[in-house]
């Protein structure tokens, strides 16, 4: 048991060192591309957009955590669209893959910002939200993992990619993430 944890924490380190972020074609590690990514949604939300999360199972957790930071200690306005009656009708009228989308054509305004977190970066109803977040003019955010080449991670305006083939590992990542940026920003507001 010992050594497992021990293994755990130590490719969470190396992980760590192997996160990268795409803009584009630029291409950088973990600390430039939080400081890209935070100054997105900080230049959005200081000017009124708000930011919409959207992911499944774990993602959908990390999704409705990370809202609800965002508003409570950073004063943004952040929304999940991960509420249980509204999954349930729109998986039941419209058929799962739409089960972001909806919310996204119904409460995107240009601007804002969609944070969309997936560890395959092959979730189509993540996909069917990007999207329609960008038929509204919103900027993306994507937060991916496995294959470096999934969809989702060339579909943002900024797009982390952890480098690994394991749920647990890329889904703690991806709220570690979230953490950074969210500290980041609170850190440039307090100046």
């Known amino acids: 048991m010992k050594s497992a944890a021990a293994g755990f924490y130590h490719s969470l380190c190396q992980l760590t060192r192997d996160i990268t ?10 600390p430039d591309g939080v400081a890209a990514a935070a100054e997105i949604l900080h230049g959005q939300t200081a000017t009124g957009r708000k930011l919409m ?12 955590h990370m809202a609800t930071d965002f508003w409570k200690t950073g004063g943004m306005r952040a929304v999940a669209f991960n509420d249980s009656s509204g999954l349930t009708c729109i998986g039941n009228d419209y058929g799962y893959a739409h089960l972001f989308e909806k919310p996204v054509e ?3 305004d240009p601007g804002d910002v969609l944070v969309a977190i997936s560890s395959s970066g092959r979730s189509e109803n993540i996909l069917r939200a990007v999207s329609a977040a960008r038929s509204r003019q919103c900027l993306v955010l994507t937060l991916s993992g496995f294959d470096p080449e999934n ?41």
Do not use: K, Q, W
């Open 151 to 191: 969809p989702l991670a060339s579909l943002g305006d900024g797009n982390f990619h952890v480098p690994v083939n394991s749920y647990g590992l890329v889904e703690v990542l991806h709220h570690s993430i979230c953490h950074c940026l969210l500290d980041s920003i609170v850190a440039t507001r307090r100046g």
């Open 106 to 108: 119904m409460f995107a």
């Open 53 to 64: 999360f959207v992911g499944n199972g774990a993602s959908a957790a990390i999704s409705s």
């Open 21 to 30: 972020y795409r803009a584009g074609d630029a291409v950088c590690g973990l």
